[in-house]
Structures are given as C-alpha cells and as structure tokens.
C-alpha cells in the first residue's frame, strides 16, 4: 500500500498502528479488544464492540472488552467531547476490517480461491459452493497481527451491515448490578485505607500542624505531611476518616477573603483582564437595518455533583507504581504523575477502572495523585483513597460562570439583519498533561506551594471550550461574535459536559425567540428561514411533528411551549428540543421532545440512553444547580446546599432518531444540554412573558427577571 492509502486511516490508529495491541483471538473462541477509549457510563465500549463484531463478522457475544491500560492499550487520549465513537470506534473499525481480511487471505492462499469467493460467518470462512472450510483460529498459525494497519482493506458499507443499528444489551450492566464493576469496590490484597486533609479554602495555607495525637490513633499506620499537603494512612476505612477528622481539630489554616461575590458575579467577569478573539466577523454592523433589541444571559459556577465521590488505589512495590483511576484521561494522567513524582513513564502504569460518572474534569485524577503519594510512603501495600462528599464539592474543578452579551435587529420582512455576541469566562480545560504546570491539585498544596495553572481551550476546530458554539450556525449577513477569555480563577475551574456550548447556545436559542417575537413569526418558522444545512432543517421538522407544535400558541401565565436547535460544536450532531413546562411555586419541565441526527447509529438504545440522560442533566442545570460560595470558602458541600433533579422531577422524554446510514457517526451526550436550556428558557416565556436570562430558573431568579 502507498503512504497515500495511509493518511486515510483514522488519527488514532496512524498513532497506534499495531493490529495486536487492539485485538487478540482467545482459544476458547472469544476475542479480545483493547480499545482507548474508557467506559464513563456511556455505554462506548459496548459500542465499539458492536463495531468490532460487526467488521469481523463475529457474534457480538464473542467479544471481550479490556479496560484501557497504559501496558496494553492504545493511546487515544482523553474520552471527552462526544468524541469517541468517532475516534476510538472509527480506529476499531479500520483495524478490524484489515484484521478480517488478513484471514481471508490466508483461508484463500490454502484454499487456493480467491478472496472474493470467501464469505465469515461467526468467525467460519465459508467458500462460495457453501461449505464450511475453516474458522479464524484454525487459521492463527498462519495469521500474523504483530503488523501495522496501512489502509490494505475498506471497512464495510452499510448495506452490508448486520450488528450495526441494532439495540444490543450493552457489556457492562451486568457488572454493574452485582457490584462488581466499580473502582470503589476493589480490594487489594493487605490495602490500607487513605484520606487527605484538604485547606479549608481555596488560597488557605497550613501553618502548623501536631501529628503525635493522630499517629497514637487506632490503626493509625501513617500520617504524611509536606507544605499544606497532609494525609493519614490506616487500617481501616473508618480509622482513617475518624483520624481525618482528628487532624482537622489539630491544624491551623491561614485563609484570605479572595473570592468574588457570588451574587455580582457579572461585573466580576467584566472587571477581569481577557484574552480576546474575534470568532467571526463578517458583513458590517453599522450598515444593518431593522428594530434592534439586546440581552445578557449569565451561568453561575457549576459541580459536576457525581453521586460517588472520587476514589483511587495506588501500590508501590518493586520499583513500580500502579494506580487504578476513574480518570478519563488515562494516558495523560500517567505522564502527570511521572512529571509530579519525578519517576519514568515506564515506572508508573495506569488502569482504567470505572467509577463515579460525572462526563467531565471532577476529582479523578486528583485523588490518583492523593493514593501515590501516600502509596508510596507505605511500600508493599497498597493504598486506597477515597473523597469525601465535602472534598468533591470544596475541590474539584468547576464549570466556570460565564456571561453572554448579544443585540440583534430584525427587518420588516422578518429577517435578521445584525447580530453582535460577547461572552466572558474562563476557559474550559484544565485536566491532567495539557500544560507545563502541574495540572493536579496536591501538587499546587506541595512544598511551598505552587500557583495552579490557568484552563486553556481546544483549538475551535476541535470544539474549542468558552467558544464552543459561540458562532450561530444560522445564515447571517452581519454578525460578530468575540470572546473574552478571562485571565483570573478565583474558583478553580475546568471542562464540564459540553464546556461553553451549554451557556453560548442558551443564550443564542434564547435570543432566536426574541427576534422571532419582535419580527411576529413562528419559533420554528423564523429559524428555518435562516438555516440552510438540510440536516439541521430536519430534525426542527422532525421535532415540530413530534411534538404536534402548535403554531402561534400563546400560554396562559402557566402552560407553555419552547424549542431550540444546535449543531454540537457546529461540526457534531444536530439537535431540535421542544419543551413543554408548568409553572407553579417552582418550573416544571413535563415533557422534552427531541429530534437528533448524530449520521450512523450504531447502537438505537444507547443514543437513547445518552439523549435521556444529556437531557436530565441540562435539566437539573437550568432549573436548580448553582455552586453556592461567600468570599472565603465554598459553602455548598452537601445535597442540600446543592440540590439536583429528584427522580420526581425527571420529565417525560420522546425521541426521534434520524438514522443516517452513510453519513459518519457522531457524539451523542453532550448536543442536548444547550438545547435543552434554551427551549425550557423558550417555554417559560411563552407561557409567562417573562424572559429569564439568569440560570439557574430558581423561583428568585424568575421573579427577579419578572420585575425588570
């Protein structure tokens, strides 16, 4: 094959070409793959093994999925974005169409038949006359995989498809129900149990500490402490929280009154020093006609709230460290802690296991850090260290407050003739290995201390973060969007599902049904006339009939309607919500309609999964999540402080999947959430004429925005 044929195999198979490192055929007639992408609850390794058992042409119950492992598996980077069937399933698919065809090869060079005259079934190679001649372990004598993929054999189309668009029963349910998938459940042979002492505040330094009383505790092993830094080791896991607790009464903390004010976290923003882009700019604003009107949206600071605080396990011994993480970066992680530990990469390998889901940067990989540092200070035995809830609402990264200026103008025939956008927040990602700096929070408490990082953003073409669809994918003659990127983090703040699209496409939704309003057409009319994309103008369509829109319906003070559309990231999956909500003392979200079109379905019901759950999520964001903080310290560190969805809460969904058989295969989680907020945003101004502009739509935020 030509280096041509190479350059069209997906990226991260070019990077992790070797056929052996990402499928292995079992004896016992089982095979093997070792994707590098990690299970978060969104069902992606199931997926990935439809996509292998289908380009192999074996039963799906023939595959076995490993864990991704730095000892075995393929660098794919981060499981983030909506991203990993596209990259991890795209690379698994190439591989196993070449992995297929080097047996068909083989069975033809015995058979002396061409390869066309060949046909798997189940892992049999059939001939053409019908007859079963061999299966692909027969043929593993004569079947080299120790080669790297070139592009030698296409994968299939979709006529051809027998596995692909069916709702198989995902891989990790099983696991799942009978405890035994969890990373908090494993139990290593002679494991101690760890916790951390963490400042009480943000800017908070440790001034003095006593360790005797604590090392006089019951089944007090270890106590460790270097700058701010302070952990205990012990026998048993209540030993250690109640030695924890001990250390809390004997420490004394400098803390400074650093945080902005929660309840004027907009002028904050303003008053910061940016980074500012221009992320489109065309026709001219000046020369724009029509009536103009302006609002301003804002999201407070937002938890990833995982059910389960973070945990992880660390054991040196042997010269080596092995960490078993939830992280979703596993790669990454691994290098961070060698930069941190000052160990070679080879030293240090890192598991996947799964743990609290969160789809985003939550405390994962911090508390892998905790775990080596105490682990290895105990050689020989490891160590597991878990969070407390306290710690994971006090520490982990945050969804950073941001703010959405824009003003617009219609014209007499009820088009958009001007739009300007502004946003200001920090950027979006400060995960483990994306900058020179430490990117993990012991380090920063270490030593003397170190200053922690500023987030960065992907390139736009990847998605980008504060600007993740910032750029309206209407038609628009004169429209500018620039963002303000803010170079202070008063709040430690990373990426959260679907980073800036949640708030950018809040707001550009939000807005679309003011012009809509002040132009007297239809929410779904008015945007249909300024998008072009069939795909985009499809799934509206499809979500207008879904619901049984009512074209001019107007709500009573208590009842009303809303919709939104987005393009995830403007290159991703296209999503249309129709919301339909009451109003009490509290919103009530009834019903969400979606239509989607995320190209090639592999697998209907985990979409589904993904869309219900993206939708309860955005839900719970827009109507009740708000991390709670004075000037000091946060102060929502319990279910209390910050509420979230209750399953009585949870609204009706009805979906529509558009399949799109040749069209490639796109994310699915994270391309509701903006819509999501727009369209309750949307019903709660047709059912009450006011606009809420402030998330979340708590009952202040809703009468505040009804006497402006």
């Known amino acids: ?51 292998a058992a289908e380009e192999l042409d074996l039963a799906y119950d023939r595959i076995l999925v490993l864990p991704v492992d730095t000892t075995l598996s393929p660098n794919e980077a981060s499981t983030s974005g909506s991203r990993s069937i596209q990259e991890g399933g795209e690379s698994m698919r190439y591989a196993c169409a070449e992995i297929r065809y080097l047996f068909l090869e083989a069975a033809a060079a015995k058979l002396n038949l061409p390869i066309g005259a060949l046909r798997v079934i189940d892992g049999l190679i059939y001939s053409e006359i019908g007859s079963t001649e061999m299966s692909y ?72 500490f006593d360790a005797a009383p604590i090392l006089a505790m019951p089944g007090v092993k270890r106590v460790i402490r270097d700058g701010s830094f ?81 945990c992880a396990l660390a054991w040196w011994h042997e010269g080596q460290l092995e960490v078993w993480s939830h992280s979703q970066s596993i790669y990454a992680l691994r290098d961070e802690l060698a930069k941190i530990l000052q160990l070679a990469p080879e030293k240090i390998i890192v598991r996947h296991a799964e ?22 200070d105990c050689e020989g035995s490891p160590v597991r260290v878990q969070w407390m809830r306290e710690d994971e609402f006090a520490w982990e990264p945050f969804g950073p407050a941001m703010a ?15 739009w300007h956008e502004e946003i200001w927040g920090n950027r979006h990602i400060g995960r483990a290995g994306r900058q020179p700096k430490p990117g993990m929070l012991a380090a920063w408490h270490m030593g003397e201390g170190m200053e922690a990082p500023l987030p960065v953003d992907m390139p736009i073409a990847m998605g980008g973060g504060s600007q993740r669809n910032a750029v309206p994918y209407y038609e628009l003659p004169n429209c500018q969007v620039l963002n303000h990127a803010i170079q202070a983090m008063p709040l430690r703040t990373s990426a959260l599902r679907a980073l800036g699209a949640y708030i950018n496409v809040f707001a550009i939704e939000s807005f679309m049904d003011e012009l809509a309003l002040l132009a007297k057409v239809d929410p779904i009319e008015f945007r249909l006339r300024h998008l072009r994309d069939e795909r985009a103008i499809a799934v509206l369509q499809a979500v207008k009939a879904k619901a049984q829109w009512r074209t001019g319906y107007q709500g009573d003070g208590t009842h009303g309607y809303g919709v939104a559309f987005a393009r995830y990231k403007n290159v991703g999956n296209y999503a249309a919500v129709i919301a339909e909500v009451f109003i009490k003392e509290t919103i009530q979200v009834k019903k969400v309609f979606v239509a989607i079109d995320c ?59 558009i399949n799109r ?21 949307n019903a709660v101004a047709n059912a009450m004429g006011v606009r809420v502009c402030r998330l979340p739509m708590t009952q202040e935020n809703v009468v505040a925005a009804m006497g402006e």
Request: charged letters at 20%; proline letters at 5%; a negative charge.
């Open 599 to 657: 190209g090639l379905v592999i697998n209907p019901d985990g979409v589904l999964n993904q869309i219900e759950g993206g939708v309860i999520q955005a839900t719970s964001w827009t109507l009740k999540e708000q991390l709670q903080f004075d000037r000091t310290r946060i102060t929502s560190l319990n279910w209390e402080e910050y509420p979230i969805l209750t399953f009585s809460e949870v609204p009706q969904v009805e979906i529509e999947l």
């Open 137 to 208: 372990w027969d043929l593993l004598p004569s079947v080299n995989l120790d080669v790297d993929a070139n592009g030698r054999a296409a994968p299939k189309i979709a006529s051809a498809y027998a596995l692909i668009g069916s709702s198989l029963p995902r891989k990790d349910i099983l696991n799942k129900i009978t405890g035994a998938a969890f990373l908090h459940d494993i139990t290593l042979p002679g494991m101690l149990h760890g916790r951390i002492v963490r400042p009480p505040s943000f800017y908070a330094k440790l001034i003095s």
């Open 661 to 681: 058989l040749d069209e490639p295969a796109l994310g699915v989680g994270e391309g509701v959430t903006g819509p999501v907020a727009a369209a309750i945003a």
């Open 230 to 310: 302070v952990g205990v080791i012990a026998a048993r896991e209540e030993q250690a929280i109640q030695a924890m607790l001990a250390i809390q009464r004997h420490c004394q903390w400098s803390e400074s009154a650093l945080l902005p004010d929660m309840n004027n976290l907009e002028q904050f923003l303003y008053a910061q020093k940016s980074e500012d882009e221009i992320l489109k700019d065309v026709g001219s604003l000046e020369n724009a006609v029509g009536t103009q009107i302006s609002a301003t949206f804002t999201r407070p600071y937002l938890a990833h709230a995982s059910i389960g605080p973070s």
């Open 1 to 51: 094959m030509s280096n041509k044929a190479s350059l069209d195999l997906p990226q991260y198979l070019l990077a992790n070409p070797r056929l052996s490192q990402r499928v292995q055929f079992n004896q016992d007639r089982t095979v093997t793959i070792r994707p590098g992408k990690v299970e978060i609850g969104q069902g992606i390794i199931s997926a990935i093994a439809q996509i």
């Open 355 to 376: 743990g609290a889901g969160c789809y985003g940067h939550n405390g994962a990989d911090d508390v892998a850090l905790d775990a080596a540092l105490l682990a290895l």
């Open 404 to 418: 959405v200026k824009l003003s617009g103008a219609v014209d007499a025939s009820g088009n958009i003739t001007q």
